[in-house]
């Protein structure tokens, strides 16, 4: 059975940072996509960052542009999110998502391209 489980959400002042990881079990994702997306209440669930198997391509939403970093460890199987100068805008649950498979395009961007998602971490920012 595939998990992924995240950590590391928190309640951080503006301009503060957090650390999220995001660990997966019962697979590897090998060719396969990892990605980030958060959901405020009473919103959608939005694309925040993605990075393929290899590192050598990310994504992000301009909301987040200079201010997060996507990163992934394959050996243990795990993604992380660095988000650094937060602002209550960035307050929300954030999951992570996996696909084994590649994906191309405006499919990285796409929560329903990802066939696995975590139960995700809130992260609270205050002003």
């Known amino acids: 059975q595939v998990q992924l489980v995240e950590s590391g959400g928190g309640l951080v002042q503006a301009g503060g940072s957090l650390r999220l990881s995001c660990a997966a079990s019962?697979?590897?994702?090998?060719?396969?996509?990892m990605g980030w997306f958060r959901q405020a209440p009473g919103k959608a669930r939005d694309f925040v960052a993605a990075?393929?198997?290899?590192?050598?391509?990310?994504y992000y939403d301009d909301s987040v542009k200079g201010r997060f970093t996507i990163s992934r460890d394959n050996a243990k199987n795990t993604v992380y999110l660095q988000m650094n100068s937060l602002t209550p805008e960035d307050t929300a649950v954030y999951y992570c998502?996996?696909?084994?498979?590649?994906?191309?395009?405006?499919?990285?961007?796409?929560?329903?391209?990802?066939?696995?998602r975590g139960q995700g971490t809130q992260v609270t920012v205050s002003s």
């Open positions: 019962g697979r590897t994702f090998t060719n396969g996509a």
């Open positions: 990075i393929s198997w290899s590192a050598i391509n990310t």
């Open positions: 998502a996996a696909q084994s498979t590649r994906l191309y395009g405006s499919s990285w961007y796409d929560p329903s391209n990802y066939g696995y």
